[in-house]
């Protein structure tokens, strides 16, 4: 195990009904001038919104809105909320919806303390130092944006989809109500639960030894999805499963699972240029990408594979072709997406063979011409784990 420091200071406030303590909290975390930011019309629908906005009256904080977040959250949005924020002098971002609008806000806290273009954090020319402070109020379980020190944007200038980290980014608090997500579609719970097990799996595949007890807890985080999942699709008002999901999404995604070993996000980077491109969810997108990534580079550490075959799977030892078993692992992992109703081709995502250049150029990998940790991958590499996604 490597050497590592993990410090997650968020407040998590779980439960049902949890959103009407949003106004408290953003007192007790020192707001007085709150923007709430949201996507669509379902927080509006939902009375989610209204509920929020009580919570907040009814302690004295003042607050103006933010709505109009997209799936793969946009530039434009962000440079209208720094320019919102300053205007009227927010002091405290709230966040209501699930990640797309979290990872807005983010980009929107560091933006307005900042006094240059905020996509030098995710062009990775900055690293962010200071940000107005962060709350959420979840509403799908996917991202783990809710606990983490990250944010995603997709630059409207070349549609370009990058990522930014710092402490300061991370939410002081989520308010995590799993009745929130009952309503959601069948699709976008099983996107959610995709994401959250590919935050997991990119943890999971490392170089680094001896990490038993973060191996499994990765493992139980994969198996509780593998159990919890096919109830909510089959009973979205499952509360109980919905809640055993919802914690696992930010257990996925604040690194606990993930401290003293080295990490791999290249499953992420190549999902990125999809859901760029082609606006898919991104859970669709890594649906299709995880296990053509994991058939790729299966050989270079094939012990894991099956490692992960037995335990998360159930599959059966093979010691004279370990091999035979790491594949049977992934494939039960691609029925496992199927199964919940993931797209697990090109076809399905509705992307083309023919942009397959295209999306390989606007990777990007650096100076270096090599990206990744478990395995280092080319441009090459790149294309090939798209071809496979075929």
């Not at 976008?188 to 038993?212: K, L, P, S, W």
């Not at 257990?251 to 290249?266: M, P």
């Not at 049977?328 to 076809?347: T, V, Y």
Request: aromatic share 10%; proline share 4%.
């Amino acid at each position: 195990m490597e050497n590592f420091s993990f410090y997650s200071p968020t407040k998590f406030v779980f439960g049902k009904e949890t959103e009407r303590r949003c106004g408290a909290l953003v007192k007790e975390f020192g707001g007085s001038k709150v923007l709430i930011h949201y996507g669509g019309g379902s927080v509006v629908r939902s009375g989610l919104l209204d509920r929020v906005k009580k919570s907040l009256t009814e302690v004295g904080v003042q607050f103006c809105e933010l709505g109009g977040v997209t799936p793969n959250p946009r530039s434009g949005k962000v440079y209208e909320g720094i320019e919102l924020c300053k205007k009227e002098n927010v002091d405290f971002i709230l966040a209501v919806g699930g990640g797309s609008s979290i990872d807005s806000a983010k980009a929107i806290a560091m933006g307005v303390c900042y006094d240059g273009d905020f996509w030098d954090f995710y062009s990775g020319k900055e690293r962010p130092k200071k940000a107005l402070p962060v709350g959420t109020v979840l509403t799908i379980a996917a991202a783990g944006s809710e606990g983490s020190g990250d944010s995603v944007i997709t630059h409207e200038n070349g549609m370009l989809k990058r990522g930014a980290s710092g402490e300061c980014i991370r939410p002081r608090f989520s308010i995590l109500n799993p009745q929130l997500t009952t309503t959601l579609p069948a699709y976008q719970t099983a996107c959610g639960a995709t994401d959250i097990m590919a935050h997991v799996f990119e943890r999971y595949f490392t170089n680094t030894t001896d990490v038993q007890t973060t191996d499994r807890l990765c493992e139980a985080v994969l198996l509780s999805m593998i159990e919890e999942t096919p109830k909510v699709i089959k009973d979205p008002n499952d509360y109980q499963a919905r809640a055993n999901i919802m914690w696992a999404g930010m257990v996925a995604h604040n690194n606990i699972v993930g401290v003293g070993r080295e990490q791999d996000w290249n499953s992420h980077g190549i999902e990125h240029e999809l859901s760029a491109l082609y606006d898919c969810a991104h859970g669709a997108g890594l649906a299709v990408i995880m296990p053509a990534w994991m058939t790729y580079v299966v050989d270079h550490d094939v012990m894991r594979f099956a490692q992960m075959a037995c335990r998360v799977w159930n599959c059966k030892m093979d010691f004279q072709n370990p091999k035979k078993t790491a594949l049977e692992g992934i494939a039960a992992f691609r029925s496992f997406l199927k199964s919940i109703g993931m797209p697990i081709n090109f076809s399905e995502l509705g992307a083309k063979e023919s942009d397959i250049p295209y999306l390989v150029k606007t990777f990007g990998l650096g100076e270096t011409g090599k990206t990744g940790g478990f395995v280092q991958l080319t441009s090459k590499d790149v294309e090939n784990i798209y071809r496979l996604a075929l």
